[in-house]
């Protein structure tokens, strides 16, 4: 039965984890998307 709460425990710590990763690198990932769109529509010529 513990392995129950050992699993449950897991799962919850990475879902923690994951969304305070997500949370502090949101900012950088939506810069560097733009800049690339950017490069992107440079390239095409619009």
């Not at 425990?9 to 900012?27: K, P």
């Amino acid at each position: 039965m513990s392995y129950i709460y050992t699993f449950l425990t897991g799962i919850l710590i990475g879902v923690l984890g994951g969304i305070l990763v997500y949370r502090n690198n949101a900012a950088k990932l939506k810069a560097s998307e733009d800049k690339g769109k950017h490069l992107l529509d440079a390239l095409k010529g619009k």
